[in-house]
């Protein structure tokens, strides 16, 4: 359906997760409209605690907080510096001052607007703030668009030894409404919507399985137009891909299937997460630009996954190459340099808050458009994944 005066498509996925059943809708020019897409949603909340990225232009947050206030929800604006190290509870605890300041009661929300730090941070003080208010998540950033505000999953960091770690607090929390606009991802800077296009290169990867298995096509088809920003190839991305997490999400809601499902998202996600902390790597080897987006080392643990599974008889070399030309030709790093030893970086995959006793689990390619979950993968042919993106 094309959205009046736009030209461009509009498309609504349902998301029908265990605990909560949610609309994303999916078109260009949306946050303008916000009011008016959450009152059906929400009727009886007064107030809404808007926390935005403070790096988002001001007119789009104002324009966002007008469109509430004439669908008779109050908003209350507050700015978050999105980073990973302001990730951390003691930020989470002063957003929650705010709602407490504004006297947000139950029937209130909190609207997320913003990448995934910012989706994740204010999911999770709407999870929490008098045990759980309702959620609405506004993404901007292509990543958090077909990925972290589609599932529930909210949290932070916790600072443990001199380490942040990731996600380490948090909870499953599903929002009442999801609006992805895609327009905002016209200054989105580029390589941040390369990055996010790791995450549905790694969609298409595993989506033969979860009602889409012409995406792996589509997307190789369309990777001009999507490079370009075309605003209905920009759609046609973020609903497809939502689409497929939307169905692994409702299979498994709280990823507790050890043999698939919600698991099978974290593919390229066990050697993303052992190299994205490492100090002074970058994606083009200038320390300038260390270090590496989320999106950027899962690029790179989409390539080295594709390589251990090779190694393993599990995926076909020509496969292989299809995914690094994809990968390439999206502008993602293939390989990086400074990467430590490959037995090191083992190490620091096997500690992996997904790991399961003490026991490495890795989701592998078995075919194009599927993966499967392999428990305590040979350590050497995983060596050889950490191999194919280290470069001398
Ligand atoms: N980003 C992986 C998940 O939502 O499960």
Known sequence: MERPGTGVNQRTVRVQASSKSYDVIVGSGLLASLGGLVRPVVSNA???????????????VESCGRSLTAAGCVPVLQAFEASESNKVLAQAEFLHTRAAAARLDRHDLVVALGGGIVGDVAGFVGATFKRGLRVIQCPTTLLAMVDASVGGKTGVNLRHEGVLLKNYVGTFHQPELVVASVDALQTLPVREFRAGLAECIKHAMISADW???????????????????????????????????AAVVGSDERELDESGGRALLNLGHTFAHAIETLPGISPDGDPVHAPLLHGEAVALGLQAACATAVALGLFEIAEAVRVRNLLEEAGLPIGVRRLPPGE???ERMASDKKSIAGAMRLVLPTGRGRASVVQSPEPTAVIRGIASISVP
């Open 344 to 346: 090191r970086v083992l």
């Open 46 to 60: 007064r107030k809404a605690l808007l926390i935005h990225d403070a790096r988002l232009p001001t007119a789009l």
């Open 211 to 245: 009602g889409d298995p012409g995406l792996w096509d589509w997307t190789s088809h369309a990777i001009g137009a999507i490079l370009k920003r075309a605003p209905n190839a920009l759609v046609e991305l973020v609903a497809r891909n939502v689409a497929v997490k």
